[in-house]
């Protein structure tokens, strides 16, 4: 399998960020976008025009199109125009303030640039009622980012805009007070940044990421990976290590600390592979940073931390190559795509999709590991493929490994 990037990575909206006296950029773009707001909706058409991606609780509203008998279903951003946007707000008793819009970045080619706003209320439907002739519905990022098709660079750009809004809109509610004095903080620059109101104070805050090491400490004498269970992953999934990095640690030394705290084994050799952001964790972190990492095993012997991990085992080669299971994301994707499509319907209520990964029917693999929209595949389908005595972080031919 070729990806481009990783998922969540590749973001089509934010490969250049116009130069500040451009029609595009966000200082420019929010100008124009202040001064058209009270006149909504007889405005005339902006150029650039403005397009709005609503949030409600950290979910992006969406749409189903294409699914029948024999297709699987495609879910679509849902875009609303401004004066959508303004009407939304107002059924939730809010009027449309400039503020509350997020930069998002332009589309050029489209004279477009585009925004998020968060519309959480306290009464939820699954369904916004007010565009249900439009069959939009919010879902969950992650499930969202189960049903994506991989191979389908639309859907992995979309993943990506949705990714990055869900974070910036989730630090925005988690820096309402400045952590200085307390004072309210203030959005700067069209949402990128923020500023405390306090004149005696003026602390600049910008979005905050959280980095994670991830690895798969490998055994190199007999050819085996480490491959580990927490108690909340679904029955049969097996997955690398992973950890906070802790202040004042290097990414080498977080990486042998969490493979020492949690399996007691001693790592090594520390190579980097690959970075992914990773914006489907809890609200309270907006946005993980990946970064993942071959770890040479030093020591053999297994003593699983059990506040931790629920277990760790080497598994052999050809059993971690069983375990790539593409039948099985398929068969997730599908039935998530099918659910996000029955939601955007208004039949399906549930936002619960705890059980995609649990396929109950035909043959089944003793175990698997994360699907291609987790770095975690990644690491484990190199090793698979390039065998222990060659996983490195510079690209080798035929092997697209630094492009991620
Ligand atoms: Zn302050």
Not at 19 to 37: E, G, H, N, Q, R
Not at 368 to 377: D, L, N, R
Request: charged share 25%.
């Amino acid at each position: 399998m070729n990806l481009r990037t990783h998922a969540f990575a590749g973001n089509p909206l934010r490969s250049k960020t116009p130069k500040s006296t451009d029609s595009f950029s966000p200082s420019s773009a929010f100008k124009s976008l202040k001064a058209l707001i009270p006149s909504i909706p007889n405005h005339p058409a902006p150029s650039p025009d403005f397009k709005v991606l609503p949030f409600s609780k950290g979910r992006p509203l969406v749409f189903s199109s294409g699914g029948d008998a024999s297709a699987t279903p495609l879910w679509h951003l849902g875009w609303v125009s401004l004066s959508d946007c303004k009407a939304l707000l107002n059924t939730r008793g809010v009027d449309l303030d400039e503020n509350s819009l997020v930069y998002l970045g332009p589309k050029v080619e489209e004279d477009l640039v585009c925004w998020a706003v968060d519309v959480s209320s306290q009464e939820e439907h699954g369904v916004v009622l007010e565009l249900t002739s439009r069959k939009l519905c919010f879902v969950e990022l992650r499930t969202l980012m189960v049903a994506a098709d991989w191979e389908d660079q639309r859907a992995m750009d979309e993943l990506a805009i949705a990714g990055h809004a869900r974070a910036l809109l989730e630090w925005h509610k988690v820096s309402r007070f400045c952590g200085a004095c307390g004072g309210s903080t203030v959005p700067k620059e069209a949402g990128r940044r923020k500023q405390c109101s306090n004149e005696a104070c003026k602390k600049r805050v910008y979005p905050r990421v959280d980095p994670v090491v991830i690895m798969l400490v490998i055994d190199r004498e007999n050819d085996r990976a480490l491959l580990s269970r927490q108690a909340r992953f679904v029955p049969r999934m097996w997955s690398c290590l992973a950890g906070f990095i802790e202040p004042g640690e290097s990414l080498e030394e977080a990486v042998r600390r969490e493979t020492w705290e949690e399996t007691g084994i001693e790592v090594g050799e520390v190579v980097y592979h690959s970075s992914q952001p990773w914006p489907v964790g809890p609200s309270s972190m907006p946005c993980q940073l990946m970064l993942g990492f071959f770890a040479f095993a030093k020591t053999l012997d297994i003593n699983v931390d059990k506040e931790e991990l629920e277990d760790a085992q080497w598994h052999s080669r050809e059993d971690v190559k069983k375990a790539v299971s593409f039948a099985e994301y398929r068969k997730a994707q599908r039935t998530a795509a099918s659910k996000i499509e029955q939601m955007c319907k208004g039949v399906e209520r549930s936002q619960s999709l705890s059980t995609d990964f649990n396929v109950e029917s035909g043959e089944l693999a003793p175990m698997f590991i994360p699907g291609p929209t987790a770095i975690a595949h990644h690491l484990i389908s190199t090793w698979v493929d390039q065998g222990s005595g060659n996983v490195h972080s510079k690209q080798q031919p035929g092997v697209s490994l630094s492009n991620l």
